[in-house]
């Protein structure tokens, strides 16, 4: 079985999948830009009652980053999941167990910023979910309003 996610930790299925993934990307001196779309459909055992949440049927993760003079880069992202869903042939044992059935869809869009001060050394931070939505990226965890992400890379 693959591993999926159940609540608050991982879980396993049996199951089958269709797929379709389209990627792209774009490089020139100045600008990056990518893409990144993958379409699912999985199929369930219905006798099987493995208490996982399938994954989503739509992800999209697109980005696009600007640089001036190879010294700052500004970027600006885009990550979507379309909504998941509990999957258990039981009803009664879904009742009981008060879980979340439904995993909302989202879509975090954010804006990088990173400033190189020498070859080896940036400093670079993110300021995510600008849409100010509800993100569920795994059952149970919610992160609510704008959040800010900072850090140094060293590169050697």
Same mark, same amino acid.
């Given at each position: 079985?693959?591993?999926? @996610?159940?609540? +608050?930790?991982?879980?396993?299925?049996?199951?089958?999948?269709?797929?379709?993934? !389209?990627?792209?990307?774009?490089?020139?001196?100045? +600008?990056?830009?990518?893409?990144?779309?993958? !379409?699912?459909?999985?199929? !369930?055992?219905?006798?099987?009652?493995?208490?996982?949440?399938?994954?989503?049927a739509l992800?999209? @993760?697109?980005?696009?980053?600007?640089?001036?003079?190879?010294?700052?880069?500004?970027?600006?992202?885009?990550?979507?999941?379309?909504?998941?869903? +509990?999957?258990?042939? @039981?009803?009664? +044992?879904?009742?009981?167990?008060?879980?979340?059935?439904? *995993?909302?869809?989202?879509?975090?869009?954010a804006l990088?910023?990173?400033?190189?001060?020498?070859?080896?050394?940036?400093?670079? $931070?993110?300021?995510?979910?600008l849409l !100010?939505?509800? *993100?569920?990226?795994?059952?149970?965890?919610?992160?609510?309003?704008?959040?800010?992400?900072? $850090?140094?890379?060293?590169? *050697?």
């Amino acid at each position: 079985g693959a591993v999926l @996610d159940s609540y +608050l930790s991982a879980g396993s299925a049996d199951y089958r999948v269709a797929y379709a993934d !389209f990627s792209a990307a774009y490089l020139s001196e100045r +600008l990056n830009a990518n893409a990144l779309i993958s !379409f699912k459909k999985s199929y !369930f055992d219905p006798s099987a009652s493995p208490l996982v949440y399938a994954p989503a049927a739509l992800r999209a @993760d697109i980005g696009a980053t600007y640089n001036f003079l190879k010294r700052l880069y500004l970027g600006l992202g885009l990550e979507f999941s379309s909504a998941r869903s +509990l999957v258990c042939a @039981d009803a009664a +044992l879904l009742e009981a167990c008060g879980f979340e059935q439904r *995993i909302r869809p989202y879509a975090d869009l954010a804006l990088n910023v990173e400033w190189f001060q020498s070859k080896q050394l940036s400093v670079w $931070g993110t300021l995510g979910n600008l849409l !100010f939505q509800q *993100i569920s990226r795994r059952p149970g965890c919610i992160e609510k309003g704008p959040y800010v992400t900072l $850090g140094v890379s060293w590169r *050697i």
